[in-house]
């Protein structure tokens, strides 16, 4: 099953980047498009397969799926220009997440006060600040690839760092 989605997927991308001239379309977006048609056609035509089956599995994730991700991308980041760059990684990695998830979840937890329908507490406020704070670069550093910056380059080393030590 797996094989025959990312085969779908490589389809799919090859005939939009090349049949339809969609080449600046990244590759991600192509699969969560995907992804969200297989996924709402299944929806249509057996809802139960979809409540049954095809439900997100947190362990699988969690210590089968994740551990290669963070080690490949260990394994690929230019590790002279890492240790060049640890501090502001550092910096960006803690605090900004920090900062941003505090900032996030302290604006919703208000702007949920001014309306008259549900109002979130204080702690899912904050909950939602830190999930929506933790980015996933994979289309950022794909643009930066296609204009020509360097994985050698601090701005690609922050964000590729950055993004190593939040998902680690």
Known sequence: ??????????????FLHQ?????????????VLVGALTGGILRI???DLVAERLTFDNDLFLHILLPPIVFQSALKIDKHSFRRDLFPILAFA???????????GLITFYMTKLGNG?????VDSLMFGSLISSIDPVA?????????????DTL??????????NDG
């Open 94 to 104: 803690i605090l900004g997440t920090v900062m941003s998830s505090v900032a996030v």
């Open 118 to 122: 549900v109002r979130l507490p204080l």
């Open 140 to 152: 950022t550093l794909g643009i930066l690839s296609s204009v020509g910056v360097s994985q050698r």
């Open 19 to 31: 049949g339809m001239g969609l080449e600046w379309l990244p590759d991600a977006a192509i699969y």
């Open 45 to 47: 035509v057996d809802p």
């Open 1 to 14: 099953g797996i094989v025959g989605v990312l085969v779908f997927c490589s389809m799919v991308k090859s």
């Open 156 to 165: 690609y080393t922050l964000i590729f760092g950055e993004s190593l030590l």
